[in-house]
């Protein structure tokens, strides 16, 4: 397992952008898928967006979908979520999370595929 620690959230107007970051522990990170959830108030977390760990396979969530982009930088165990044309929709606490496996080709969208998650970091889109 790897530790997280996000970053970046905070609160902004409708149509602007921000990009989270997530800092990883350890030395392995380079080996593993990473994931963004989010969860809304009242809602249950649902998936954002994910990349393999070779960087070379990516998944977003259809509501994001044009807007999001995933990324990686291995020297620096840390992966990005830039968000642009941001929607009230889009508030929510943002969560990073890094896959159970190693060396997964084809990043996974369930949670359960994820077993080291961030503390989260909160993103309020006012319209």
């Known amino acids: 397992q790897v530790q997280l620690v996000e970053s970046g959230g905070g609160w902004v107007q409708a149509g602007d952008s921000l990009r989270l970051s997530c800092t990883a522990s350890?030395?392995?990170?380079?080996?593993?898928?990473m994931g963004w959830f989010r969860q809304a108030p009242g809602k249950e977390r649902e998936f954002v967006a994910a990349?393999?760990?070779?960087?070379?396979?990516?998944s977003y969530a259809d509501s994001v979908k044009g807007r999001v982009t995933i990324s990686r930088d291995n020297a620096k165990n840390t992966v990005y979520l830039q968000m642009n044309t941001l929607k009230p929709e889009d508030t929510a606490v943002y969560y990073c999370?890094?896959?159970?496996?190693?060396?997964?080709?084809?990043?996974?969208?369930?949670?359960?595929?994820?077993?080291?998650w961030g503390q989260g970091t909160q993103v309020t889109v006012s319209s």
């Open positions: 990349m393999s760990w070779t960087g070379l396979s990516t």
């Open positions: 999370a890094a896959d159970r496996i190693q060396f997964r080709t084809k990043p996974a969208e369930l949670e359960h595929d994820y077993n080291s």
């Open positions: 350890g030395s392995t990170f380079a080996y593993y898928a």
